[in-house]
């Protein structure tokens, strides 16, 4: 049967692994002009597992609605863009915000670096609009609070949009070691790629 065979073969594809040693390999030899590095993590990645951790899905809808914007932009002329500086560093363009701006945060072995860029811009911009007002260990918005209630099952990945949703409609509690609601995950976030925490449900205190 034709749709058998259609489900064989999308399965199969599915397996198919993402990156193998001969296929760097190959890349390497053809001199493209960078080189290929086979990660151990690589070894056991198929194409459906790594489709999981990639959190962005496509919509032809937005994407021509992208290009219609970007083609009207240009057809502006110069006169509509603004010149882009060889070098700019947020964090010495508003020193008072510098160490907002420049904090680092770790996400641990959870799939939620979603969450961790789209809240840093956050931080920032508080930070920024409020003229400084905003800074200090206790200013940053709860990572954790935003990948628990934001979506479910924040550590399999996610887009910054459900962020910015959960913050226009109901806002969130601080976090950080000091905030009301401190971040749940531990480890490195480098080892996420090789293993996950499950999220926990989304509060509804402080701790």
Request: aromatic share 8%; hydrophobic share 30%; charged share 15%.
């Amino acid at each position: 049967c034709s749709s058998d065979l259609t489900d064989l073969a999308a399965a199969l594809e599915h397996e198919r692994p993402v990156m193998t040693a001969a296929l760097a390999a190959s890349y390497n030899a053809a001199d493209v002009g960078y080189t290929l590095t086979m990660q151990p993590w690589m070894a056991h990645e198929s194409q459906a597992s790594f489709s999981e951790r990639c959190g962005r899905e496509m919509n032809e809808t937005h994407e021509a609605e992208v290009l219609l914007q970007t083609q009207n932009y240009y057809k502006g002329g110069a006169s509509r863009r603004r010149s882009v500086p060889a070098a700019f560093d947020s964090r010495t363009n508003w020193p008072i915000c510098s160490e907002i701006i420049g904090r680092s945060h770790n996400q641990g072995v959870c799939g939620s670096c979603w969450a961790f860029g789209s809240v840093s811009a956050v931080d920032s911009r508080i930070c920024i609009a409020s003229g400084g007002s905003f800074s200090g260990p206790r200013a940053q918005i709860s990572r954790g609070y935003v990948t628990s209630c934001a979506k479910d099952n924040g550590c399999g990945g996610g887009l910054a949009r459900y962020t910015y949703t959960l913050l226009s409609s109901q806002g969130s509690p601080t976090g950080g070691n000091e905030g009301c609601k401190p971040y749940f995950g531990t480890g490195e976030g480098t080892d996420h790629f090789q293993q996950s925490q499950p999220t926990p449900p989304c509060p509804s205190q402080c701790r």
